[in-house]
């Protein structure tokens, strides 16, 4: 498990994280090194199913996206727990429990949405600079809970721009906030905002992603 910790520090950055140099520069080769050692724990998941579904929504995406997200790359691992993490340069990881408990392709494109929410925002790589100022670890603490409500909102703008429907987004996340693999994750993480908080802020934004949503569609029939 060791290994695991240390690339999921890259985001979550606990005590034992030791300060990165030249920092900039190290965006992608961190993302690489991250990624290899989630490949190293993890089997690439096999179900056919399910790398098909990936691969259409991380297609539909990045079309309406344009060249903000064309480098990010996804890889499907096999775990039962439903989780996904953005890692430095554009580097995503999703598990294989997601696509469990995922109904459709909207349910699907909202966490691959949140994903890359936080990897154009720079989020993990904004982490690991701020953990290196003086006091930046107690300011990362409430830095992180920032972090996944504006992905949430970058979410369903991206939703909404490959023509998924939001409110499909927003009532995924209500059903599985619900479920004891969620309660879990939340009381063993710690660094995401209470699943109430996320949800009253999406539900607040829905409106304005309704309308981005409709124009989308009129204006790209294909992804219909």
């Known amino acids: 498990m060791k290994s695991v910790f240390r690339s999921i520090c890259l985001f979550l950055l606990p005590v034992s994280c030791q300060p990165l140099q030249n ?6 080769s961190l993302g690489c090194a ?20 990936l691969d259409r929504c991380v297609r539909r995406l990045k079309s309406a996206a344009g060249n903000t997200v064309e480098r990010a790359e996804f890889v499907l691992l096999e775990c039962n727990l439903p989780h996904a993490e953005c890692l430095p340069g554009k580097k995503i990881i999703i598990f294989s429990g997601f696509l469990d408990i995922i109904k459709s392709d909207s349910e699907l494109a909202f966490v691959l ?11 993990p790589d904004k982490a690991i600079e701020l953990s290196q100022q003086p006091g930046g670890r107690k300011q990362l603490v409430k830095q992180r809970l920032h972090f996944e ?9 991206l939703m909404a721009q490959a023509c998924y429907n939001p409110r499909e987004g927003v009532q995924f996340w209500r059903r599985y906030s619900s479920t004891p693999q969620a309660r879990l994750q939340q009381e063993l993480a710690g660094t ?8 009253r802020a999406m539900e607040q934004a829905l409106s304005q992603a309704m309308q ?13």
């Not at 409500?149 to 703008?157: F, I, M, Q, V």
């Not at 995401?192 to 949800?199: A, G, L, S, Y």
Request: net charge negative; hydrophobic share 30%; aromatic share 8%.
């Open 34 to 53: 991250a990624m290899a050692e989630y490949r190293e724990r993890y089997e690439v998941c096999n179900h056919a199913g399910y790398q098909q579904m």
């Open 149 to 157: 409500l504006e992905a949430d909102s970058l979410a369903l703008n």
């Open 212 to 224: 981005e949503y409709k124009q989308a569609c009129k204006k790209n029939r294909s992804f219909k």
């Open 23 to 28: 920092f900039p520069d190290n965006e992608r």
């Open 113 to 123: 949405a949140h994903e890359l929410g936080h990897a154009l925002a720079r989020h």
């Open 192 to 199: 995401h905002p209470p699943d109430e908080t996320r949800i």
